[in-house]
């Protein structure tokens, strides 16, 4: 079972930057590689994934929305996955979850559901204005 732990949340300007951490830990201390993932969510809407990274070879794939501006990454030694934010828009505003699942791959950016991720955080709020 792997527990995630969102962080970093808060209220920012349009045109500026923010970064979002996620502490990633399996219980049964799996060595193994992981997809790991950013969702966000408009209230109203469904959860829509942001960007994944697998964790063992760096490959990662952005949504259109924040191509260009937002990145991921994942610190090993750390375990922690990373959301840097970039000219940030209002559009930007949403709860923001991380999420993870055990493989070498990761589903397409473009058609992943939440029921493709096994494990989630609780969400952290990111306000633009």
């Known amino acids: 079972h792997v527990q995630l732990v969102e962080s970093g949340g808060g209220s920012v300007q349009t045109g500026g930057s923010h970064r979002l951490s996620c502490q990633v830990s399996?219980?049964?201390?799996?060595?193994?590689?992981?997809?790991l993932a950013w969702f966000r969510q408009h209230p109203g809407k469904e959860r829509q994934a942001v960007a994944t990274?697998?964790?063992?070879?760096?490959?990662?794939e952005y949504a259109d929305s924040v191509k260009g501006r937002f990145t991921i990454s994942h610190d090993s030694a750390k375990n922690t996955l990373y959301l840097q934010m970039n000219n940030l828009k209002l559009e930007d505003t949403a709860v923001y979850y991380c999420?993870?699942?055990?493989?070498?791959?990761?589903?397409?950016?473009?058609?992943?559901?939440?029921?493709?991720?096994?494990?989630w955080g609780q969400g952290t709020q990111v306000t633009v204005s």
């Open positions: 990274i697998i964790t063992r070879g760096g490959w990662t």
């Open positions: 999420a993870s699942r055990r493989g070498w791959t990761c589903p397409s950016v473009r058609v992943t559901v939440r029921a493709d991720f096994s494990d």
């Open positions: 399996d219980s049964e201390f799996s060595d193994g590689a992981y997809c």
